[in-house]
């Protein structure tokens, strides 16, 4: 059973390094993220109205996906590959819609990762006050020990979601500026390397 066990977590170390392997970095040590496109619309959403534009949900995906392959120390640069020759206006619609939807993720993140602080902290203070109770109120056997079931249960919440679910969010937020902060380059089909 442990071999097997063990054999498995060797497999997935190979699949980590074989990832880190096949990305590219630029000279400066930049992860790169390559996407393929046809025309300025298909990685602009369909959906958009007036100047308001945003990346549709697949290049989105796509994005996602790649830049989580690249460590989080790493900036990244987008080389998005292009079928036919674009216009100028096209690149900057195509760089703004990456900017505005990352900046909207990146905004959405902070709010969240501030949301699940406040709980932490409120959940960390109910436990306090119960833990107070228990040493200062005088109770029987019986309501003392679900005063101390309930003093466990809000610090083992608290510090599940500071130990596993904070770090998630924070590294979802940092992915999501590094995709703001990056530099967009396009290139022809042709320059694929």
Same mark, same amino acid.
């Given at each position: 059973?442990? /071999? ?32 393929? +496109? ?39 640069? +987008? ?16 760089a703004k819609a990456i900017k505005t939807y990352y900046a909207e993720?990146?905004?959405?993140? /902070? ?14 203070? +109910? ?5 107070i109770g228990l040493i200062f109120i005088k109770m029987t056997p019986?309501?003392f020990e679900i005063v101390q079931i309930a003093v466990w249960l ?14 998630? /969010? ?12 990056? /530099? ?10």
């Amino acid at each position: 059973m442990f /071999k097997s066990f063990k054999r498995a977590l060797a497999i997935n170390r190979n699949k980590k390094i074989k990832i880190a392997e096949e990305i590219n970095y630029t000279e400066d040590g930049k992860g790169i993220i390559e996407a393929g +496109i046809n025309k300025a619309s298909d990685a602009i959403s369909p959906f958009c109205v007036n100047n308001y534009k945003t990346i549709n949900g697949e290049f989105a995906n796509h994005l996602d996906s790649m830049s989580r392959q690249i460590p989080l120390k790493k900036d990244l640069e +987008i080389h998005i590959y292009t079928d036919e020759k674009m216009e100028d206006s096209d690149k900057s619609d195509i760089a703004k819609a990456i900017k505005t939807y990352y900046a909207e993720n990146f905004f959405n993140r /902070k709010l969240e990762l501030r949301r699940l602080l406040l709980e932490i902290i409120f959940i960390t203070l +109910i436990g306090v006050l119960f833990l107070i109770g228990l040493i200062f109120i005088k109770m029987t056997p019986f309501l003392f020990e679900i005063v101390q079931i309930a003093v466990w249960l809000f610090f083992w919440e608290s510090i599940e979601k500071l130990v596993l679910q904070l770090p998630v /969010k924070r590294s979802k937020e940092i992915n999501c500026y590094r995709l703001i902060s990056c /530099k967009i380059v396009f290139k022809d089909n042709s320059e694929i390397e």
